[in-house]
């Protein structure tokens, strides 16, 4: 899943990116699938 999150093309730093993957369902479906 980290590797996700480092693929993931935001500029936010990593954890801004897990607290959000953790609330945000849309954003969790966004990081998983593409």
Do not use: H, I, T
């Amino acid at each position: 899943c980290m590797n996700l999150f480092e693929q993931e093309p935001s500029k936010r730093r990593l954890s801004q990116k897990r607290r959000e993957a953790a609330w945000n369902d849309g954003y969790r479906a966004k990081v998983l699938f593409g």
